[in-house]
């Protein structure tokens, strides 16, 4: 069982950063591959990042490459994503999300979620 807290979220301008945060409970968080997700309102919730459960492989949906750097650090059970030159479309909730397969971005993959960190952005 993984129990997952994020923190974070926030009002930031357009053009501002924001790092996420979730902290992991368990022992055993370094054999997870983790995600971030994120649920704008009215909209589905849709694949942020990805990184491999050691740390050496990361992914990104195409409309935050470049501006978001997800990475965790095992010996701290943490998972963080640094979100820079943020745009109004970036207003969601965020989640963090555990388990299921590293190449996989579907939600019913995911073994388990944290409640969600509001980032709202304004233009």
């Known amino acids: 069982q993984v129990q997952l807290v994020e923190s974070g979220g926030g009002l930031v301008q357009a053009g501002g950063s924001l790092r996420l945060s979730c902290a992991a409970s368990g022992r055993t968080f370094s054999s997870y591959g983790m995600k971030w997700f994120r649920q704008a309102p009215g909209k589905e919730r849709e694949f942020v990042a990805a990184?491999?459960?050691?740390?050496?492989?990361?992914r990104y949906v195409d409309s935050v490459k470049g501006r978001f750097t997800i990475s965790r650090d095992n010996a701290k059970n943490t998972v963080n994503l640094q979100m820079n030159s943020l745009k109004p479309e970036d207003t969601a909730v965020y989640y963090c999300?555990?388990?299921?397969?590293?190449?996989?971005?579907?939600?019913?993959?995911?073994?388990?979620w944290g409640k969600g960190t509001l980032v709202t952005v304004s233009s």
């Open positions: 990184i491999s459960s050691g740390g050496g492989s990361r």
């Open positions: 999300a555990a388990g299921g397969s590293y190449y996989v971005s579907s939600i019913q993959d995911v073994q388990y």
